[in-house]
C-alpha cells in the first residue's frame, strides 16, 4: 500500500495452538524464525546482538479479532549489558539506551519471567523520590543505569534466574510469552465478554524497533480517521513528542491533540493524514494507527479498525453509506442492538449553575452514578451485592478489566483518548473520563483529592459525564436520550439531530430488510402506545394478571375468599368491567394490529398478602390482647390453605383455568365485549387469547371449549384466534398434538428456560450464577441470552412438529429473550414469525432482526 512500515515477519496463529496444545513450539519454527530474522537483518542493515550497533525488535501479539492490551508485548528486545554500550554510540543517546534497557528488563521480567510488576514500579518510584524527579523524563542517564541494575537484581531474586543476554533467547522467550498470554486470565475476561473463540490463537508479530524518543524531532501517537468518541469526520487522536508508544497508552504523561502536529511537525503532520486517508479507504471504515516519528522520519506501526462508541457508530456507518463508500447492508452490519441501547440511557439534566469538582478528557461518552471504589476487587464485590459505582484509578491497565467490567463508569487522573481506560472502555460501552488533572488519587488511603482540595473517599457518591469530561459531587439528576425523545416523539436538541437522523436511516433500512416482526410485551394503554412509538407492530404479551394489583387486589381477594359460587361469581362480576375497560383501551392504543391477551398465569396466593407477615401480624394482635380482624383471619386460612412448596410448578396457568369456575369466562367476556365496543366505534381490533403453562393438548382443547362457548354468548359468530404458550419442555416435545387446537404458539422463554434446566429464577441467579459465570459453565447467564443447545433445541422441535401439525402456524416468543440481540439472530434462524418484548427493547429487535437477515454476526 506504500506505507512506511519497519519490516519484520509474522509467526501465524497455526504455531501459537500447537504451541497451547502441546506446550511444545512446532517443528521447524526455530529454523523459519532464524532464517527470517536473518532476511530482516539484511534488510535492515542491523544484526541481533551487534555489540557495535545492534538490530533491536518488538514482539507483539496479532489475533483475527483486537484485543487492546490483553495480551503481552516485548519492545527493545536484543540489548544487553553490551550492546546497549552499542546503542548509546550508534544513536548518540545514552540516555534512551540506558532508557529502553530498563525498559526491556522491566517489561521482559514481567511478561516472560513471571516477575510481580509491582516491585518494578516500587523501585522506579524510590528512585524519582531519592533524585527529586517528578516523571520518567527528569531521570538522568546515571539513574536509569541505576535502575536498570536494580531492575535486574528483582529479576534475580525473584525468578531464581538471571535475565538473559543472549538476544535470541531473548526472542524466543518472548515469543512463546506472547503465545501463553492468549490464556492470561484478563485476556479470557475480554473474549468472554466481546465473543470471541477461545480457540483462535493469537500470531506474533516481530518487527524492527523504531525510537520516537531520540529527542524533540521525535515522537509517538495514535491517530483516528474519524473521531471514535462521536464520530465527527477529521482525523483525531493524541501525539507525544520524544516518547514511546507504550508512554501514549499508559497515560503516564499527558499527550497534545493530533492538530498539534502540525506546528511541531509540519511535514510529518501532512505525510500522516495522507496515510490515513489510505487507510481508511482501504478498510472502508473508522482506523486506529499507531506511529512513530523517528528524527523526522514518520513510520506507521499499526492499524485496526477502531473501536468506537455507540453514536460513533452509527454516525460512521451512516457518514460511509452518504460518502458511498459502504452500502446500507453493510452499515446496518456494522451497528448493534446493544450499541443502539447505549444511546437510549439517560444523560444529566443541564444545570448553567453546577460547577464540576474535576475536569477531564471525554473519552467515552455517556452519564453514570455511583459510589466510588478504587480497587477492580471493590468495584467487583459491591457490584455483586447490586450497587453502582465508578472505578477511580490514576490510570488503568490490563489487570483492571474485571472491574471496568463491574462499574458504571470510570475516572482517570492521568492518560488520553488513546489510553488504556478510554480505549476498553469505548468498547464496552462504559462512561469514561480520563486525564483529570488536579484530581489526586490515593489508592492506599481510598480517597482522592479535587484541585479545591476537596477530598472524596471511597463510597462517595459521584456522577460522571463521559460527552463533556465533568465530574460531579453527589447524584446529579438524568433525562432520557436524544435518541429515546425521538422515538416518544419529543424535542431532539440541535447537536443530537445527525446522531438521530442516523438511528432512523439504519433502522429504517433493518425494517425493509427483516422477516421477524416485533411486537411489545405491554400491560397498560400507556406501555402499548410508549411501545407503538417505538415501532412495535402489536402486542405479543398482555398479562392480564398486572391488572389485578393495585386497588383491585380486594376484588380479587373476595374472588379467592368466596365460600360459595354465588359469592365468587359477585367478585368476578366486579372485576368484569375493569377488565373490559382495560382491554378496551389496550386495543384502542393499538387498533389495527394484533393483541396477545394471555389469561391468568400466576398462583392466585400471589394476590393475597404475605403469608409470614401475614401471621406475625394476627399472633400481635392477640399477644396484646386486641380484637383480630375477622378478614385477616379468612386471609390467614386461604393463605394457608394455598400454600405450595414450589409455586412455580403448582396451581398456575391453565391449571386455574379449569379449576376455579368462572375465571376464564370473565376473562374472555371481557375481551369480547371490548372487541365488540371498538368495531362498534368504528375500531379494528386484533384480540388474540393465549393461554398459559399447558403441557397437553387435553388442557387446551377444555379451555378452548370454554372460550368459544363465551365468545358465541358474547357476540354471535365471534371468532378470536386460540393460541398457548409453549414453556414447558413436554409442550415443545408434543407440540404437533398441541397444534391441533391452537392458531399459535408464543414461547414463553423464560419459564421454559427455569424448567428446562431445572432452574428457579429468582433463587439461583443470586445463589451460584457469579461462580458459574466465573468458572466458564456459562458464558451469559441463559436467563439473558437464550441457551440455544438445550432451550433453543427444544424451539426448534416445538416449530418444526408444530407447522406439520398446523401448517402456518404463527409463531412468536415474548419471554425477556425476545429483546436480547443475540437471542433475536436464533430466534429469526428458527423460523419465527414475531418477537415480543418491552417497549424501550423494540428498536433494539428492530435493528437485530435486521441484522439476522443480513447474516450479521450476532452481538454476545
Known sequence: MGLPVPP???????????????????????????????????????????????????????????????????????LNDETVQGFAKASGQERVAWDSYRRLVQMYGTTVMGVDGSLFDTALDQIRVECGAVTDLDLGTAELRRLTAAFQSIVHGESGRVFPQDPVEQLSGAIRSVFASWRAERAGIYRRREGIPDDLGTAVNVQAMVFGNLGPDSGTGVAFTRSPATGRRGAYGDYLVDAQGEDVVAGIRNTVPLHDMAVLTPHCHRELLGHLCTLETHYRDLCDVEFTIERGRLWILQTRVGKRTAEAAFRIAAQLVQEQVITLDQALSRV????????????????????????????????????????????????????????????????????????????????????????????????????????????????????????????????????????????????????????EGSEVPQQAEELVRAVDLLLTHADQVRHLQVRANADTPQDARRARSFGAQGVGLCRTEHMFLGERRRLVEAMILAQDDRTREQALAALLPLQRQDFTEILQAVDGLPVTIRLLDPPLHEFLPDRTELAVRLATVRAEGRT????????????????????????????????????????????????????????????????????????????????????????????????????????????????????????????????????????????????????????????????????GRLIEIAVREGRAGRPGLAIGVCGEHGGDPASVDFFHRAGLDYVSCSPYRIPIARLEAGRAALGAVPTV
Open 8 to 78: 519484520g515477519f509474522t509467526i501465524t496463529t497455526d504455531a501459537c495452538r500447537t504451541y497451547l496444545s502441546s506446550g511444545q513450539e512446532p517443528a521447524g519454527l526455530a529454523d523459519e524464525i532464524a532464517a527470517h530474522l536473518a532476511d530482516l537483518e539484511r534488510r535492515t542493515g542491523r544484526h541481533l546482538g551487534d555489540p557495535a550497533d545492534p538490530l533491536l525488535l518488538s514482539v507483539r501479539s496479532g489475533g483475527r479479532y483486537s484485543m487492546p492490551g490483553m495480551m503481552d508485548t516485548v519492545l527493545d528486545l536484543g
Open 336 to 487: 448493534t442492538g446493544e450499541q443502539l441501547a447505549q444511546l437510549m440511557f439517560p444523560r444529566f439534566t443541564d444545570e448553567p449553575d453546577r460547577v464540576p469538582v474535576a475536569r477531564g478528557v471525554p473519552a467515552s461518552p455517556g452519564a453514570a452514578v455511583g459510589s466510588v471504589v478504587f480497587t477492580s476487587a471493590a468495584a467487583v464485590r459491591r457490584a455483586a451485592a447490586g450497587e453502582h459505582t465508578v472505578l477511580v484509578r490514576p490510570e488503568t491497565t490490563a489487570d483492571d478489566l474485571p472491574g471496568m467490567i463491574a462499574a458504571q463508569a470510570v475516572l482517570t487522573s492521568r492518560g488520553g483518548k488513546t489510553s488504556h481506560a478510554a480505549v476498553v472502555a469505548r468498547g464496552m460501552g462504559k462512561v469514561c473520563v480520563c486525564g483529570a488533572q488536579g484530581l489526586q488519587v490515593d489508592v492506599v488511603a481510598r480517597s482522592f483529592t479535587t484541585a479545591d482540595g476537596t477530598v472524596v473517599r471511597e463510597g462517595e457518591a459521584i456522577s460522571v459525564d463521559g460527552a463533556t469530561g465533568e465530574v460531579h459531587l453527589g447524584a446529579v439528576p438524568m433525562v432520557p436520550s436524544p435518541v429515546t425523545a425521538y422515538f
Open 628 to 791: 383480630v380482624d375477622p378478614h385477616d383471619e379468612r386471609l390467614l386460612a386461604a393463605v394457608n390453605r394455598m400454600h405450595e412448596a414450589n409455586p412455580m410448578l403448582g396451581l398456575r396457568g391453565v391449571r386455574l383455568a379449569l379449576v376455579v369456575p368462572g375465571l376464564v369466562a370473565m376473562q374472555v367476556r371481557a375481551v369480547a365485549q371490548a372487541v365488540v365496543a371498538r368495531r362498534a366505534d368504528g375500531g379494528d381490533p386484533h384480540a388474540e387469547i393465549m393461554v398459559p403453562l399447558v403441557g397437553t393438548v387435553e388442557e387446551l382443547r377444555l379451555v378452548r371449549t370454554e372460550v368459544e362457548r363465551v365468545l358465541d354468548e358474547v357476540s354471535e359468530g365471534l371468532v378470536l384466534p386460540i393460541g398457548t404458550m409453549i414453556e414447558l419442555p413436554r409442550a415443545a416435545l408434543t407440540a404437533g398434538r398441541i397444534a391441533e387446537a391452537a392458531e399459535f404458539f408464543s414461547f414463553g422463554t423464560n419459564d421454559l428456560t427455569q424448567t428446562t434446566w431445572g432452574f428457579s429464577r429468582d433463587d439461583v441467579e443470586g445463589a451460584f450464577f457469579a461462580r458459574y459465570l466465573d468458572r466458564g459453565v456459562f458464558r451469559v447467564s441463559p436467563f439473558e441470552t437464550l441457551d440455544i443447545e438445550g432451550v
